[in-house]
Antibody, heavy 120, light 106 residues
Framework: QVQLQESGPGLVKPSQTLSLTCTVSGGSINGGSYYWSWIRQPAGKGLEWIGRVYSSGNTNYNPSLKSRVTISIDTSKNQFSLKLSSVTAADTAVYYC????????????WGQGTTVTVSS | DIQMTQSPSSLSASVGDRVTITCRASQSINNFLNWYQQKPGKAPKLLIYSASSLQSGVPSRFSGSGSDTDFTLTISSLQPEDFATYYCQQSYTTPQTFGQGTRLEI
């Protein structure tokens, strides 16, 4: 079955760029009826949708983050990535990657999540 | 953005109880409504998609209903493993948005 795994630094300094990668195993990231998404959750709070990418490279972003976010995909490596620039403490959260199924555009497979702390 | 409002924010119940959580959208989302369960320290798990479709592998005690702006998640007979936080999500348009969560406690 498809599995997702996030990786990247757990600590980022303010004003720098947060970079995370999601590696997909057990299935191909190329084509199919799926988007590949990033979602985050500050400690003790709710879920925030960051954005998604299709295998073609087409993206959708949350307007609240759009000026700072880039989501890209590397089908040769079966990975997709998140870059969030000019981070502040407000960007401290657990970051999840997920597969968004075109059946209802629901996120049916999730990574375990990775905690990113923004601090000097 | 479409605002999603869940009620209640928290709920105390007992094993065997029937529980209903509601979710209201700030505008019509057709049936593009999904429900997730999240346990502490874990990623959310998809329970229901498209308002009423049961995700594969999810017990049949979970059910969803509704359309347009008003939706419900029902657990017919609570089991110990069901105590968790539940989120609704609209996938009608981007940015997708989530409800604030309903914490289901013993």
């Amino acid at each position: 079955q498809v599995q997702l795994q996030e990786s990247g630094p757990g600590l980022v300094k303010p004003s720098q760029t947060l970079s995370l990668t999601c590696t997909v195993s057990g299935g191909s990231i190329n084509g199919g009826s799926y988007y590949w998404s990033w979602i985050r959750q500050p400690a003790g709070k709710g879920l925030e949708w960051i954005g998604r990418v299709y295998s073609s490279g087409n993206t959708n972003y949350n307007p609240s983050l759009k000026s700072r976010v880039t989501i890209s995909i590397d089908t040769s490596k079966n990975q997709f990535s998140l870059k969030l620039s000019s981070v502040t403490a407000a960007d401290t959260a657990v970051y999840y990657c997920a597969r968004e199924n075109w059946s209802g555009y629901s996120s049916d497979v999730w990574g375990q999540g990775t905690t990113v702390t923004v601090s000097s | 953005d479409i605002q999603m409002t869940q009620s209640p924010s928290s709920l105390s119940a007992s094993v065997g109880d029937r529980v209903t959580i509601t979710c209201r959208a700030s505008q019509s989302i057709n049936n593009f409504l999904n429900w997730y369960q999240q346990k502490p320290g874990k990623a959310p798990k998809l329970l229901i998609y498209s308002a009423s479709s049961l995700q594969s592998g999810v017990p049949s005690r979970f059910s969803g209903s509704g359309s347009d702006t008003d939706f419900t998640l029902t657990i017919s007979s609570l089991q110990p493993e069901d105590f968790a936080t539940y989120y609704c999500q609209q996938s009608y348009t981007t940015p997708q948005t989530f409800g604030q969560g309903t914490r289901l406690e013993i």
